[in-house]
């Protein structure tokens, strides 16, 4: 089989294998003979692979984009509650159906959109919440503001997502719910987690802010857990600047995420419960409104080039793109991720790496440096007169105690990474000059520790 021959149902099925194996099986054939030469490296004087070339930009827009902001300025209809056929409402219904979900309540963030649902659920003070340190803060703040206490499980260091085996771990009397994140944009070990919270009778928030379309054992992500959460901040790859959604199957729970973000005024008009303000407003609908014919190609063009990095790759030791966990159909691809094993090169330190691999032309790098166990706000909520009212003094000491997440540590010492909201939208050929920049580097691994 040549490999232009490959279609796209190919491609999706070698990135979802769960590991390599897949592309050495016969699916998609070996690409790439890592025995030819490939020259000097460009940091050290010779010529690099790319040049002369750029990436597509991110965010996406077109004039359809631009005319729908001007549509609803013109309109006057600036909020959602002006009009139940503004773009919001309008927003909330195409991307309920876009992702399989009954209902959707847009807001102002994907954050906002994980506070909504914590208070939703009714947890609060004295309540956990179990979720990965390897995430934006965005992650732990919707849960900190509802004075909670966010409890961080360890990864699984191949897939870069939460080790289900630690979630259950770190289970207690107190816990209220699991909050998974589909880091890179791609599935959690979902049947796991699902199977846990079943047992222990908790709820499931699905943190899918990176994770738009990915498709997982036949549901979009979102759409598994009672509820799930979404950002459409600009580098995401479904952009609006700012902004968020709840998706859920739940029609009671939804309406109690409505009421919430909505300062605890239902949809009867009557102010009912404690709540912030997290409305969508229609200017946001409006940009994302605008770019909604073209999703579903971007999202499919973005696994496929995620499909042929991955083939591509598979010949140089020492990197291992990202674990897909069985029954992943695809993924969203908001970063396209790998493992640096350091010991292929040579022992050259990851940095050293990266700065021959951005000398080719091709812009490699890590993604968080340090995970959330590791940042202050840990000692802040420790040592605050709130949490030591609402905890007692044991829990803190054993929350202090038992932090440690040693393989979050490993993957953000060794993970590399490609924004990929805009660069996988490229062409194959920017793809193979993403592997034949990386195949160079390794081929020249003994040069690293020169630079």
């Not at 070990?189 to 928030?205: C, Q, T």
């Not at 738009?212 to 979102?222: D, F, N, R, S, V």
């Not at 060794?414 to 990929?420: D, F, L, N, Q, T």
């Amino acid at each position: 089989m040549n490999k232009n021959d490959l279609t796209r149902r190919q491609f999706i099925a070698a990135a979802s294998a769960g590991s390599l194996a897949t592309v050495t099986s016969g699916i998609i054939p070996a690409y790439g003979n890592l025995s030819r030469k490939v020259g000097k490296l460009a940091i050290l004087g010779g010529k690099p692979v790319r040049t002369n070339k750029s990436w597509p930009s991110w965010p996406y827009w077109d004039n359809k984009v631009v005319d729908s902001v001007i549509k609803t300025t013109k309109s006057r209809i600036w909020c959602r509650i002006q009009s139940r056929s503004g773009t919001v409402p309008t927003l909330e219904k195409k991307f309920a159906q876009l992702i399989g979900a009954k209902f959707c309540v847009a807001t102002g963030s994907g954050t906002q959109a994980l506070h909504t649902c914590v208070e939703a659920l009714g947890i609060g003070p004295g309540d956990e919440v179990i979720t990965s340190p390897y995430t934006d803060p965005g992650t732990i703040s919707s849960i900190l503001t509802a004075r909670a206490l966010p409890v961080l499980a360890d990864l699984d260091t191949e897939s870069y997502q939460l080790d289900p085996d630690d979630v259950e771990k770190k289970i207690t009397e107190n816990t209220r719910a699991i909050m998974p994140v589909h880091m890179m944009g791609q599935p959690c070990n979902m049947a796991r987690i699902m199977e846990i919270a079943k047992k222990h009778n908790l709820k499931v928030i699905e943190d899918a802010a990176q994770a738009h379309l990915a498709e997982y054992k036949g549901k979009k992500l979102g759409t598994i857990g009672d509820l799930g959460c979404f950002s459409f901040q600009s580098s995401k790859t479904i952009a609006c600047g700012e902004g968020g959604a709840i998706t859920g199957n739940d029609e009671e729970l939804m309406d109690k995420c409505y009421t919430v973000h909505n300062h605890g005024t239902s949809r009867r008009g009557l102010t009912e419960v404690a709540g912030p303000k997290y409305r969508m407003n229609e200017f946001e609908a409006a940009v994302l409104l605008g770019q909604w014919d073209g999703i579903e190609e971007r999202f499919e063009r973005r696994n496929e080039n995620a499909a042929h990095l991955t083939y591509r790759l598979k010949d140089v030791p020492g990197i291992v793109p990202q674990k897909l966990y069985e029954g992943t159909a695809s993924g969203s691809f908001y970063l396209y991720s790998m493992t640096y094993q350091k010991e292929h090169f040579n022992n050259a330190d990851r940095s050293k790496f990266f700065k021959a691999v951005a000398a080719e032309g091709v812009s490699l790098s890590p993604y968080i440096v340090k995970g959330l166990h590791k940042e202050p706000w840990i000692e802040h909520i420790l040592a605050s007169k709130v949490y030591q009212k609402m905890y007692s003094a044991k829990r803190l000491r054993q929350y202090r105690e038992q932090i440690d997440c040693p393989n979050c540590d490993k993957v953000c010492r060794e993970m590399a990474m490609i924004w990929a909201s805009g660069p996988l939208l490229g062409s194959r050929s920017d793809m193979d000059d993403i592997a034949d920049a990386i195949e160079k580097v390794y081929e020249n691994r003994d040069k690293l520790n020169s630079i």
